[in-house]
Every structure is written in C-alpha cells, then in structure tokens.
C-alpha cells in the first residue's frame, strides 16, 4: 500500500494568502496524484488530477506540482470558501487518500 | 448535470447487513466505472470498491474482501453495495463517486451514513 503523507496537518492563513500544501508519496506515484477539497457535511471536489491538470470549472488560483514522491497544492491568494480540507490521493496503485491538510482562518 | 444520490444508510448492529443503492443522472452510466469510498466520522477518506462498466470486473479494499459486494444495474443506472459482516468499524459516511479513469473520482454523491452499533 502507498502511503501518502500530508504537511501539515493544519494551515492557518489569512484572505489574500498564498497557501503551499504538501504530499509525500511513501514510493513513487509517478503523476498519478489528485488533488480533492472537502467542506464540512459535503462531498470532496476534485481540484487537480495528474499533480497539475485542473478539473472542470476549477479557478486558476488553484495549481498543483510535482512528481515522483513529493507534490504541492498551491493556493495563490486565499479567498474566503477555500478554507476547507484537502485531501491528496494517488492511483498509481490500488488507490490511497492522505489523511488530510485542514486550511482554517486566521 | 451530474448527479449521483446515495440512499440505504442507517443504524444496524455488528454483524447484520445493508445495502446501499446510488442513483445516477445527467451522464451515461454505463459508460464508467464507478466507485464507493468511505469516510469514518472526523477521519480520511477510504477507497472500498469499484466496479468496470459491465459489471465484469470487481475490485475490493482487503478490509471489506468477502464481506461486502459491489454490483450494478445499467438499465436502472443505479450502483449498490451489499455490506454484510458488518463490523463497527465500517461505520462511515459512505459516497458513490464517478471513476473518470483508473481511480480518477471526477463526482460524488452526497453520501449516506452507514452506523454500525448495538
């Protein structure tokens, strides 16, 4: 099993804030890593597939990069509804999720 | 529009069973593959099982292995879990989520809570 390892576990940031979330890979996923947010009592949302693609309708302040082991979800000026979690995951192999970067205000 | 709604949740005790059903609109089923993934209260989330667009193939996390089966109706364009054995560590929030291409999950349901307790 690939275990992914989010840092840090909590990010507390201001509005307008650059956010810089990290994912390690315990073994190599390649490119194959996703990028999901998660808002209390909803679904989680895919933010960026293959560690730098945004999916549909994603705003360009979100950007993802990486490869290997080691990947980044940049945030570059934080607005008011991005304070939720992040989840990375991986489908490299059978698929694995971290345990999550909780972004709260500061 | 996409949309995919989780129904079947609910409280049942160690070792009874369940079965959850997802219903799925605005895209063609049968043209995917499709997923269920947990989420314990206040944890991570879990892959649990996916299912190929004919229902040919079959893949499970070890934890659930013979204890839960996954399965599809296309002509419904509904996707169900048959949870069985169940344990009080599958209590979960449970989502049936698209699967875009190999574990790439571009949607997902609401979620419906599965409670395992006596």
């Known amino acids: 099993e690939i275990v992914l390892t989010q840092s840090p576990a909590t990010l507390s940031l201001s509005p307008g804030e650059r956010a810089t979330l990290s994912c390690r890979a315990s073994q190599s996923v390649s490119s194959y890593l996703a990028w999901y947010q998660q808002k209390p009592g909803q679904a989680p949302r895919l933010l960026i597939y293959?560690?730098?693609n945004r999916a549909t309708g994603i705003p360009a302040r979100f950007s993802g990069s990486g490869s290997g082991t080691d990947f980044t979800l940049t945030i570059s000026s934080l607005e008011p509804e991005d304070f939720a979690v992040y989840y990375c995951q991986q489908r490299s192999n059978w698929p694995t999720f971290g345990q999550g970067t909780k972004l709260e205000i500061k | 529009e996409v949309q995919l709604v989780e129904s079947g949740g609910g409280l049942v005790q160690p070792g009874g069973s369940l079965r959850l059903s997802c219903a799925a609109s605005g895209f063609t089923f049968s043209s995917y593959w499709m997923s269920w993934v947990r989420q314990a209260p206040g944890k991570g989330l879990e892959w649990v099982a996916n299912i190929k667009q004919d229902g040919s193939e079959k893949y499970y996390v070890d934890s659930v292995k013979g204890r839960f089966t996954i399965s599809r109706d296309n002509a419904k364009n509904s996707l169900y879990l048959q949870m069985n054995s169940l344990r009080a560590e599958d209590t979960a929030v449970y989502y049936c989520?698209?699967?875009?291409?190999?574990?790439?999950?571009?949607?997902w349901g609401q979620g419906t809570l599965v409670t395992v307790s006596s």
């Open positions: 293959d560690a730098s």
């Open positions: 989520a698209r699967d875009l291409r190999s574990w790439l999950f571009d949607y």
